[in-house]
């Protein structure tokens, strides 16, 4: 059968300090007044039965997470005891499937992507699952169709189309995050996609994937789906690592039987990774200014500026261009908006100094 895994772990250090550790970014309702989690569970309306969505979390904040998906069964709602990198989730979550359902075909999505149209992306989704369903060997990504030539993205290296489906191409190579010169070359090309990070295969697939290239990750997190109870003691064990790093990169490579295609995925698609981005999805006025909560912004220009405070302080902003302001009812951070990327830096700083009450 059919499931999707929503990655909802991570603490979104780049959105500090809306992005704490008991709320992170893709808990905040800053679209709309909905959660970019909530987005992403509303995507897969129509795609499967609520009862296949999974979602994998910290546990600290499990229960917000049960809060704002309330028509999910809190069974499926697995909560990491601490984070070890994305591999770890997927696992996880894979070994639960293939224990209660061995022919699981499972999807894994992100929980902080914005993606338009919603029906491109679920025909994307759909031929994924027909890909893994009739291909064992094969793991699917989505490859994003590129729109300008972006230096914050990786990308797929597509090589030819499988037969019969033209949308479907293999993948010849994942890289990394480009400079500006190799990023308009391969926007020139049309041979690459934005790698979104998401991907499809069934579970015993990427299981015996992980039999091969990490043993111990595969024995730990099968005997973990048997002895759930023993969560606390297994998990933290788990060697931390990405899954592009453990199974995507090798297995492109020729390391195992398994083999690696893309879906074409040709939607607006946007990673809230930080401030930078979320502006993009807010609305300005027209100085460029994109205000949320009690503000004021006079003579300034292109600017974040978000009050997140509950008792009516106010934030008042003058003669300021491109810099992101936020406060929250404990925090106040000013940074310029090109150098905010580097906020989790200062995030280190401040846990050094006064300690994971500010994290």
Same mark, same amino acid.
């Given at each position: 059968m059919r499931h999707v895994l929503i990655m909802a772990g991570g603490s979104g250090k780049r959105l500090?300090?809306?992005?704490?550790?008991?709320?992170?970014?893709?808990?905040?309702?800053?679209?709309?007044?909905?959660?970019?989690?909530?987005?992403?569970?509303?995507?897969?309306?129509?795609?499967?039965?609520?009862?296949r969505v999974w979602v994998c979390t910290g546990a600290d904040y499990a229960h917000v997470v049960a809060a704002e998906l309330p028509e999910l069964d809190p069974a499926n709602i697995?909560?990491?005891?601490?984070?070890?990198?994305?591999?770890?989730?997927?696992?996880?979550?894979?070994?639960?499937?293939?224990?209660?359902?061995?022919e699981a075909v499972m999807a894994v999505v992100a929980s902080d992507h914005i993606m338009r149209p919603t029906a491109a992306f679920q025909e994307a989704l759909a031929q994924g699952f027909e890909v893994a369903e009739n291909d064992p060997h094969a793991l699917v990504t989505f490859g994003v169709v590129p729109s300008t030539a972006h230096t914050g993205y990786?990308?797929?290296?597509?090589?030819?189309?499988? &037969?019969? =489906?033209?949308?479907?191409?293999?993948?010849?190579a994942f890289?990394?995050?480009?400079?500006? &010169?190799?990023?308009?070359?391969?926007?020139?090309?049309?041979?690459?996609?934005?790698?979104?990070?998401?991907?499809?295969?069934?579970?015993?697939?990427v299981l015996d994937i992980l039999r091969q290239l990490l043993p111990d990750t595969h024995r730990l997190v099968t005997e973990l789906a048997a002895r759930p109870e023993r969560l606390a003691e297994i998990y933290p064990m788990l060697a931390?690592?990405?899954?592009?790093?453990?199974?995507?990169?090798?297995?492109?490579?020729?390391?195992?039987?398994?083999?690696?295609?893309a879906v074409q995925l040709p939607i607006i698609w946007h990673d809230v990774g930080g401030y930078p981005s979320l502006r993009r999805q807010l609305p300005w006025d027209e100085h460029g200014n994109?205000?949320?909560?009690?503000?004021?912004?006079?003579?300034? =220009?292109?600017?974040?500026?978000?009050?997140?405070?509950?008792?009516? =302080?106010?934030?008042?902003?003058?003669?300021?261009?491109?810099t992101?302001?936020?406060?929250?009812?404990?925090?106040?951070?000013?940074? &310029?908006?090109?150098?905010?990327?580097?906020?989790?830096?200062?995030?280190?700083?401040?846990?050094? =100094?006064?300690?994971?009450?500010?994290?």
């Open positions: 500090w300090p809306l992005s704490r550790q008991d709320m992170p970014k893709q808990l905040l309702r800053i679209l709309g007044g909905q959660s970019l989690l909530r987005l992403a569970y509303e995507r897969l309306e129509g795609v499967v039965d609520p009862s697995l909560g990491e005891p601490e984070g070890r990198d994305s591999m770890n989730a997927i696992a996880w979550t894979a070994a639960v499937l293939a224990e209660r359902d061995p990786g990308y797929l290296h597509q090589g030819e189309a499988l &037969p019969d =489906r033209p949308d479907v191409r293999r993948v010849l890289k990394e995050k480009p400079d500006r &010169p190799t990023a308009e070359s391969y926007l020139e090309s049309g041979d690459y996609w934005w790698n979104s990070g998401m991907f499809v295969w069934r579970a015993s697939t931390k690592i990405s899954v592009d790093y453990a199974v995507m990169e090798p297995v492109s490579q020729g390391r195992t039987d398994a083999h690696v295609v994109a205000v949320t909560g009690t503000a004021v912004v006079v003579g300034s =220009r292109d600017n974040l500026v978000l009050n997140e405070c509950a008792d009516g =302080r106010l934030l008042a902003v003058f003669g300021m261009t491109d992101v302001m936020v406060q929250t009812d404990k925090i106040t951070v000013v940074a &310029p908006l090109g150098e905010s990327e580097r906020i989790k830096e200062l995030v280190v700083e401040v846990t050094a =100094r006064l300690g994971q009450s500010y994290a």
